[in-house]
């Protein structure tokens, strides 16, 4: 079956960086769209990334654009989200799913930004 596991959450301070993997498993790799979600605190899931596992496809949500960056590697199955200028607004559980309404994801990993 599918398996998501992300990875590489943790307390950052504000305007600090973290690198969030996911590995997948279970399905095709490749061709596919894959996205990373997060859910804050008390709130529902918020759209963050998505990307294209075989073409050359990002897309970000307002809120990411110009501090994330979605990339791949096709050989280990994995995707990851490199995160910069964290602010305490993103502290979030954040996954990694195989569909745009998250409804097949990972189990999360926490990122906490505060000083």
């Known amino acids: 079956q599918v398996q998501l596991v992300e990875s590489g959450g943790g307390l950052v301070k504000p305007g600090g960086s973290l690198r969030l993997s996911c590995a997948t498993s279970?399905?095709?790799?490749?061709?596919?769209?894959m996205y990373w979600v997060r859910q804050a605190p008390g709130k529902g899931l918020e759209w963050v990334a998505a990307?294209?596992?075989?073409?050359?496809?990002?897309a970000y949500a307002d809120s990411a654009k110009g501090r994330f960056t979605a990339s791949r590697d096709s050989a280990k199955k994995t995707i990851s989200l490199e995160m910069n200028n964290l602010k305490p607004e993103d502290t979030a559980l954040y996954y990694c799913?195989?569909?745009?309404?998250?409804?097949?994801r990972g189990q999360g990993t926490q990122v906490t930004v505060s000083s």
């Open positions: 799913a195989r569909d745009s309404g998250a409804k097949v």
């Open positions: 279970g399905f095709t790799f490749s061709n596919v769209w």
């Open positions: 990307i294209h596992t075989s073409a050359e496809g990002t």
